[in-house]
């Protein structure tokens, strides 16, 4: 799967929340989209792998009868932790590459990872786990991760001022390669949905904010070459779009 240590390291929460504040400006109907695959209900019980800042959970603590945030990062779970206020929502500090060592009981009736399972060092075992933990007849897992295509605009751009590093280019390819057959081994029925959006920047300034929230592998001993780069291209073309695709299952035992 690569170097998934140096995918976590992109991951603060000021980072964090820069590249999300960017694309769902960009992407107003994603949260929508995430939402309808996974349906919540007010029984749900609910694991949330890779809360980060919240985006998911913070919205869906009203909703549902519990949940779970599991994080790798004290750091997320610290800056997260204030702003749930939920007596029913709480948050543990864990890998979910190590979640049968958890001892989370068999209870769930939701569990999600939204643009965080490829960040496993093994995708398919997580599947596995999540597998054993879902409990009850609308069991679902629900994962959304890149689709081929996202951020190729992007990343061909950046590979013309230093070298990407080579687990952030095959971020796109995990799903339908790794994770998808995973689902279709450990799930009765697999269902699939796509999303596609353009994250336009109008000016050099906002997309370079983006630029900062994508370290470390927006290198910033490169970062006034890439401003000189991307204002050419501002010159251009008055705007830069950054292409998102990504890909939706649900997954029912």
Sequence with gaps: MGNRLARDLVNTPDRLAARVACNRAGSTDFDRFVLDLLEPAPADVVLDIGPGTGTQMLPLASRVGRILGLDVSRDMVAALEPRLQAAHARLL??????????????????????????????????VESVQRLLQGPSARFVVVAPDEGNNAAWFADLGCLFEV??????????????????????????????????VRFTAVGDLMRY???????????????????????????????????????????
């Design 93 to 126: 500090v864990g890998s979910m590459d190590d979640l049968p060592l958890l001892g989370l009981p068999a209870e769930f009736s939701l569990v999600y990872a939204v643009y965080s399972l490829y960040y496993s060092a093994d995708p398919r075992r997580v």
């Design 165 to 198: 590093p080579a687990d952030v280019l095959e971020v796109p390819g995990i799903c339908r390669r790794v994770i998808l057959p995973a689902f279709q081994d450990h799930f009765r029925t697999v269902t699939r949905s796509v999303h596609r959006s353009d």
């Design 211 to 253: 630029y900062d929230g994508c370290r470390p592998y927006c290198r910033p001993d490169r970062r006034a070459d890439a401003e000189a780069y991307f204002r050419a291209a501002f010159e251009r073309d008055g705007v830069y779009t950054i292409s998102k695709r990504s890909l939706g299952l649900v997954g029912r035992p």
